[in-house]
């Protein structure tokens, strides 16, 4: 008779895990540097390259700051509002509702966004719950790239492998700041600490079994060449930002040289630059003075005082506005954004004429990264159930709308859609197209099945009342017991 030895997981990292990390490694390094500048764009922290020309060497120390970048992004990113999901057959989504609010994914998803945005992709990484109970769902957890990388398989459009190192967990016994990886395959997710010796010891392995990579990547700006994804603070609009702080650091200068209109003097002597006690009076005292007591020269010619015109900041305006011009036309964003107006103010018509790039921009956005969501959230079902959900059953994210129409015209146009046969009055979709939110949405039903439960409660008892008249007064002598008006 023979037994079978269980498989135990290995304590150490194989050959091909480390040859694995190795490239992930190199991978998630080569793209730091590129990532942290753009974060440093978004974050008004940039260094901007002087050209020595025009800056003396007393100001080197000014920085100036213009945050058209972090304008651009987070006008895109705020129309991208998350508010629900739903089974495509509309059947009940309490299980994914119960998903999302436990991850807390309607305010963790425009971090998720964030970072797409200003980097150009961001991850979004499943596993199960650590509450330690059966029932915990699992958990959904935006991951930033400067953290995480993965090998991407184009034709199958999932990732084969994945590694996240950041700072070791707080329920793994690690040195304070000491740093961990976490190496995601199809069948397993790997923990690993640094050793003194420079390689990797094995702390924890979740065989999970799943045969995918349990990391979705949410991509900004793919091409058929590039599934990486690109950023929105593209080279164009780094180059006009630098351009901007140069312009803005020349008006400060200007400011501190030329602010005060220059004075000259021709054919005084020099006693006009003297105090009473003969010194010479510094440069700030002459100039300051509001009356020069100039004395007649030797031929008796008094001098001549004139200043030069003061310095006019006007150029340098019409520059940055031109910059904000061209910075509107890279984001697809409205001039009024970056702070350029005019002296017409636009009508409503037009503001919103301006805004239809921006609106389609947000759009296929919205696409794209509502594809990750439901992606990921099938990974949590499947981490959850312990199988692959049903294919037939797709899941649907629902946003709020990117466009900016008012009120009345969403009402008008969902009232001439039921008026005219179209959608049914009491139909989800017809709500959804009036502008409600999807919270109230869900009480617009509630109200509605309490509505139809207390019609329904009343019109029974309507009938069982005049149920019981009807036999009350088929019953033989009731009038003669009655004395005919109800009395004994």
Same mark, same amino acid.
């Given at each position: ?9 290995l ?62 992004v ?35 998803s ?22 330690? +109970?059966? =029932? ?6 935006a ?6 990388? =993965?090998l ?7 990732? #084969? ?22 190496l995601?395959?199809?069948d397993?997710?790997v ?5 003194? +010796?420079?390689?990797?010891e ?27 994804g ?28 030329f ?55 006007t150029?340098?305006?019409k520059?940055i ?36 790039k921006?609106v ?21 079902l499947?981490?959850?159930d ?9 899941i ?17 146009? #969902?009232?001439?859609? =039921?008026q ?6 009491d139909?989800?979709? #017809? ?11 869900q ?8 509505? +139809? ?25 009731? +009038? ?9």
């Amino acid at each position: 008779m023979t037994t079978s030895i269980p498989d135990l997981p290995l304590l150490t990292l194989s050959d091909d895990e480390l040859a694995l990390i190795h490239v992930l490694r190199a991978d998630l390094l080569r793209d730091r540097w590129d990532l942290q500048v753009r974060d440093a764009y978004f974050n008004g922290e940039q260094l901007i390259r002087d050209l020595g020309i025009s800056i003396p060497p007393q100001l080197k120390g000014l920085h100036t700051v213009i945050g058209w970048p972090r304008v651009g992004v987070e006008s895109l990113e705020e129309r991208l509002d998350l508010e629900a999901f739903r089974w495509k057959d509309g059947s009940d989504s309490s299980e994914l509702d119960e998903i999302a609010e436990a991850n807390d994914l309607f305010d963790e998803s425009s971090l998720a966004h964030l970072d797409a945005l200003v980097y150009g992709r961001g991850y979004l990484a499943v596993g199960s719950g650590d509450c330690g +109970s059966d =029932v915990c769902p699992p958990l959904i957890s935006a991951e930033s790239p400067l953290d995480m990388t =993965v090998l991407w398989d184009a034709r199958i459009r999932m990732s #084969t492998a994945a590694l996240r190192e950041c700072a070791a967990d707080t329920y793994i016994e690690a040195g304070a700041g000491e740093r961990m990886l976490v190496l995601y395959l199809p069948d397993q997710t790997v923990m690993a600490l640094p050793t003194p +010796s420079g390689g990797w010891e094995v702390v924890h392995r979740d065989m999970h079994g799943l045969g995918v990579v349990p990391v979705v990547r949410m991509a900004n700006r793919q091409r058929t060449a590039d599934r990486i994804g690109k950023s929105e603070i593209t080279p164009e609009v780094m180059s006009i930002t630098d351009a901007a702080c140069r312009r803005l650091m020349g008006m400060e200068v200007a400011a501190e040289f030329f602010g005060a209109p220059q004075r000259y003097i021709l054919g005084a002597s020099e006693s006009a630059f003297q105090d009473p006690e003969g010194n010479a009076k510094s440069a700030w005292e002459t100039y300051i003075g509001r009356v020069l007591a100039l004395e007649r020269d030797e031929d008796g010619n008094v001098p001549n005082v004139g200043q030069f015109a003061a310095h006019d900041p006007t150029g340098m305006t019409k520059i940055i506005d031109l910059y904000a011009r061209i910075m509107s036309a890279q984001f697809g964003l409205p001039p009024h954004m970056l702070g350029y107006t005019t002296d017409n103010p636009a009508s409503a018509d037009a503001i919103r004429s301006t805004e239809a790039k921006l609106v389609k921009r947000s759009e296929r956005r919205i696409r794209r990264f509502g594809a990750a969501w439901q992606q990921a959230m099938r990974l949590a079902l499947w981490v959850r159930d312990g199988e692959p959900p049903d294919k037939a059953r797709r899941i649907e994210t629902v946003w709020r709308n990117p466009a900016t129409p008012t009120v009345a015209a969403q009402v008008d146009a #969902t009232v001439k859609l =039921v008026q005219a046969g179209v959608l049914p009055a009491d139909s989800d979709v #017809t709500l959804e197209m009036a502008g409600l939110t999807e919270g109230q949405r869900q009480r617009v039903a509630a109200d509605r099945r309490r509505s +139809s439960a207390a019609a329904t409660g009343g019109g029974l008892m309507a009938r069982l009342a005049a149920l019981n008249d009807q036999s009350a007064a088929s019953l033989p002598g009731v +009038s003669e017991v009655t004395g005919g008006n109800g009395g004994l």
